[in-house]
């Protein structure tokens, strides 16, 4: 079980991606390395995270290595998972319905909500994706591409209410994935067993506790 713990922090006044650092001090790192189709998709990159909530926010801090990056999803909405991208898919009623939170590493996003039949999903505004502020740091050195990204996701548009979550449980899995770089990969916090690739599955969502 992934345990999230509460922390205090005046989000509103962050300008860079260093002032979101504090917040993160006590938080474990998990590791998004499960590579749930070996033979079509082998590719690893390096993928971990952090999470932490405030009584307003979910907090994800994400630090990633590959070989390739690419950003060319520029408006809220647009095909982000095919760019260096990161996910969090989170259900707050045991997985009937869910959001598919996924960002680029320019700060691009989409959100969507809704059960796992396709045809009852939406997706939120880009007016409403602009409220989930990101800070983003990227270095290439040596060859060696790395790129960390702070999401800082208002509670109000995933309907909680963050100082009610103490004591409470949700469902989610993490994901990291690039489908039009050059080596495609598809990783994931907890192993999906399915053909091929899809996140779009809750029965696969691990718990998570807020502390």
């Keep these: 079980m992934l345990q999230v ?26 590791a998004i390395d499960m590579i749930n189709w070996p033979d079509q998709f082998p590719y690893q990159p390096s993928v971990r995270f952090q999470v932490v909530y405030t009584s307003d926010f979910l907090v994800l801090h994400y630090d990633v290595e590959e ?5 060319n999803a520029v408006r809220h909405n647009e095909a982000v998972w095919e760019d260096s991208c990161v996910e969090c898919f989170i259900s707050f009623d045991a997985g009937k319905t869910y959001y598919n939170i996924e960002f680029n590493l320019l700060g691009t996003g989409l959100i969507g909500y809704g059960s796992r039949i396709r045809q009852e999903r939406r997706r939120l505004g880009a007016d409403i994706v602009e409220r989930v502020s990101t800070f983003t740091h990227v270095r290439q050195m040596g060859g060696r591409k790395t790129w960390q990204m702070v999401l800082a996701i208002p509670f109000a548009i995933l309907g909680q209410e963050g100082r009610t979550l103490s004591g409470g449980f949700a469902a989610a899995n993490f994901y990291k994935c690039g489908d039009k770089l050059p080596v495609p990969h598809y990783l994931s916090l907890n192993p999906i067993n399915s ?15 807020f502390l």
């Design 5 to 30: 713990i509460r922390k205090s922090a005046d989000i509103r006044e962050w300008q860079s991606y260093h002032d979101a650092m504090s917040i993160f001090s006590e938080a474990k790192w998990h």
């Design 67 to 71: 070989d390739f990056v690419r950003a």
């Design 195 to 209: 053909p091929v690739p899809s996140f779009h599955s809750p029965e696969y969502f691990g718990e998570i506790a």
